[in-house]
Each structure stands twice: as structure tokens, then as C-alpha cells.
Nanobody, 117 residues
């Protein structure tokens, strides 16, 4: 069974770059037809998909964040990473990584990231 674990700072200052890494166990991030996503949920709001990387390495970005994000993967470490630059306090949220073939079947536990000076 796939297990996903997020790692990222819990506190980031406004205008800094947030780096989110997801480490995967129980399967490979290159397994055919699996997509590896980042999702966030701000306090009192719904889930927001913020981007993904496919098993092939193809990248998918949220249009609203595309200019500020980058995503990469390390197949040797079985990790994928998203960076979000110029963060604002409004981007305080619980950040999750998730994956699946036809739906996001597997989720990490999530990490609360606070953007504050």
C-alpha cells in the first residue's frame, strides 16, 4: 500500500519560497498512470488542487499559481517536490500530497504551513 509523507517548514515568512517535499513508500513514483499531486486547504475553506507531476514526468500546474510554482521529482529518492514563491499570509493552509491512478486514492497526513512574519 502506498504511503505518502509530506515534509516542509511549518512557518514561512511572506514573500519567501515555500518548498514542499513528498516522500513515497510502498510504490514507485514512476509506476504507470499514477499522478502525484499537491493539494491545500486554508482554514475554513475547501480543498484546492495546486499541481501535479505524472508518472512520466509531465507537469500540471494550477493556472492561478503557474507563474509562481515549480515542481520536480527525484526518482532515486522516490520523492516529488513543489516550490511556491512569493507566498502570502493568505496561503496559510494544510498542505497535502496525494496520488492515485483514476482518483486521489492515497493521501499524506498533511502539514499545516503558516505564512507569517
Amino acid at each position: 500500500q502506498l504511503q505518502l509523507q509530506e515534509s516542509c517548514p511549518v512557518l514561512v515568512k511572506p514573500s519567501q519560497t515555500l518548498s514542499l517535499t513528498c516522500t513515497v513508500s510502498g510504490g514507485s513514483i514512476t509506476t504507470n498512470y499514477y499522478y502525484w499531486s499537491w493539494i491545500r486547504q486554508a482554514p475554513g475553506k475547501g480543498l484546492e488542487w495546486i499541481g501535479a507531476i505524472a508518472y512520466s514526468g509531465s507537469l500540471y500546474d494550477s493556472p492561478s499559481l503557474k507563474s509562481r510554482t515549480s515542481i520536480s521529482r527525484d526518482t532515486a529518492k522516490n520523492q516529488f517536490t513543489r516550490q511556491l514563491s512569493s507566498v502570502t499570509p493568505e496561503e496559510t493552509a494544510v498542505y497535502y500530497c496525494a496520488s492515485g491512478q483514476y482518483a486521489m486514492e492515497y493521501w499524506g497526513k498533511g502539514t499545516l504551513v503558516t505564512v507569517s512574519s
